[in-house]
């Protein structure tokens, strides 16, 4: 199986945490294929006022079946130190699940496309950069829907060096 997850971290060392993530699913299988730069961005949909999130995208190849792809980024977030204290706390480490190739998920605890996937430039922009050819769910190719997402949220990118 195929697919596109997003990463992203606001405490701690975020750099670090991301390299840790990304280590952590290797190790379990996960084949990285390719990877966006980090994209620096400001919160969003947050209660209290938080860190800068660094984000990005990878396109995977797994064995995994979705729902154990979902366990093992829970396992890795909870490795990490991952809290859940309210709806979009600050985290050391969030992965989420943003669309897998041929497959569609809709249970209590994965939806598969992402249902959010389309609204947050943090999650579009790095995944239009390693993926500018696909087409999102609702039939639009991600670069015309990025370009009408205000990219007012990303302060900054860079390349992050892994393995």
């Known amino acids: 199986m195929r697919g596109y997850l997003s990463l992203g971290s606001n405490l701690g060392d975020r750099s670090a945490y991301l390299l840790r993530a990304l280590d952590a699913l290797t190790a379990c299988g996960v084949r990285i294929i390719h990877m966006s730069g980090v994209y620096e961005t400001r919160p969003f949909e947050v209660p209290h006022d938080q860190r800068n999130y660094y984000n990005m995208a990878v396109f995977i190849e797994t064995d995994l079946s979705p729902h154990d792809l979902l366990r093992l980024c829970n396992t890795v977030e909870d490795d990490l130190g991952r809290e859940r204290p309210y709806v979009n706390s600050p985290r050391s480490i969030d ?63 860079w390349i992050l060096n892994h393995g």
Do not use: N
């Open 95 to 157: 992965i989420d699940i943003l669309l897998l190739e041929g497959i569609t998920v809709s249970t209590d605890d994965l939806k598969v496309p992402h249902p959010q996937l389309e609204k947050r430039a943090f999650v579009l922009f790095p995944l239009a950069e390693i993926a500018p050819d696909i087409v999102l769910p609702s039939g639009r190719p991600i670069l015309k829907v990025k370009k009408a997402l205000r990219d007012d949220e990303v302060v900054k990118t």
